[in-house]
């Protein structure tokens, strides 16, 4: 069992989680995962580790309620306890494996969208520990949906906040913040990395794509088990069959086929979607079992 050590609500329907697990904590990076379960018959939710104290031995993470199961977990206080907390999953952000002093020397974006702070935050935290600072987006549709603000602006080297109703910091999308620093305040950057719903992050890679900016995007929104096996992740990049959840998280997003994506999404949140989708995809539908053409 693993014990909850701290319960916060940050905004309408997003909540943080606190969670004793030594082992976890102990190996886990930036970019990756876990997979929470309430009980022995609750579904299994994967969550990105928004961050982590190898010292307390506690991970901590962030989820919105977007179903019956995160619903249930909303309710959980501290004290209560997880069934299962399994990880590190995925593959951890490539900045973990790049040459610090050679980091240094970039200048970095992170655009983040909503929820999308929390797994963000983990990215900012380990550059800034490592001497590397990066420029930040937050987005949000409003004010109250500005989530871990203070805690990201200790970390980024500079912090921009832009809310789609001007409610908060800078009016309009995060697509508009990122034209007035790139062709008005002249900032150039290496690299962008753009975590949240998946329309946006397609919209981030349609601009730095035009910007000639190498974008990084984080395709946790879509995965649903974990494990490559329900093939709720599939995706395709660069022309060749990828999953999120064991490939993943993170793409080459000017690779990242979104309208396909998307577009089975929708797809998929129906029993008669995915026995479609299965059909149609056959051996390639999931991956992650080693025996089928899902896994190449």
């Known amino acids: 069992m693993f014990k909850i050590l701290q319960t916060q609500e940050l905004a309408d329907s997003i909540f943080l989680m606190e ?8 190996a886990c990076q930036p970019g990756q995962f876990v997979i929470v379960r309430m009980d022995e018959d609750a579904e ?9 104290d190898r010292e307390k031995g506690t ?31 995925g593959c951890a952000s490539e900045f973990v494996e790049e040459d610090i002093e050679a980091l240094k020397q970039k200048n ?10 929390a797994p963000v935050y983990p990215q900012v ?11 930040v987006i937050v987005g949000a549709k409003n004010k ?13 080297g500079n912090l921009y906040v832009t809310t789609d109703d001007g409610s908060y910091g800078r009016s309009g999308m995060v697509t508009a ?18 975590i949240g719903p998946m329309i946006m992050m397609k919209f981030v890679c349609l601009l730095t794509k035009e910007l000639r ?64 989708l299965k059909a149609r995809e056959g051996d390639t539908h999931h991956g992650g079992c080693n025996n089928c053409g899902g896994d190449n």
Request: with cysteine; hydrophobic share 45%.
């Open 19 to 26: 969670v004793e697990a030594p082992r976890i904590a102990k």
């Open 44 to 52: 299994r939710i994967p969550l990105t580790i928004c961050d982590y």
């Open 59 to 89: 991970v901590t993470i962030v989820f919105q309620i977007v179903g019956a199961g995160t619903q249930m977990m909303a309710e959980l206080k501290a004290g209560d306890c997880f069934c299962d907390f399994v990880g590190p999953l």
């Open 108 to 117: 970095i974006l992170f655009v983040a969208g909503g929820v999308g702070t």
């Open 125 to 135: 935290k380990w550059l800034h520990e490592n001497g590397v600072q990066a420029d």
């Open 144 to 156: 109250d949906l500005i989530i871990l603000e203070k805690e990201m602006e200790a970390v980024a």
């Open 177 to 194: 913040t990122i034209k007035e620093l790139v062709n008005t305040e002249g900032k150039q950057y290496d690299i962008c990395v753009a």
């Open 213 to 276: 900016i190498p974008t990084v995007v984080s395709l946790n929104p879509i995965m649903v088990d974990g494990t490559g096996m329900c093939g709720a992740c599939r995706v395709t990049v660069g022309g060749k069959v990828k999953f999120a959840c064991v490939d993943g998280p993170e793409f080459d997003g000017h690779l990242v086929d979104f309208e396909e994506a998307m577009k089975r999404q929708q797809i998929y949140k129906t029993a008669e979607g995915r026995a479609f």
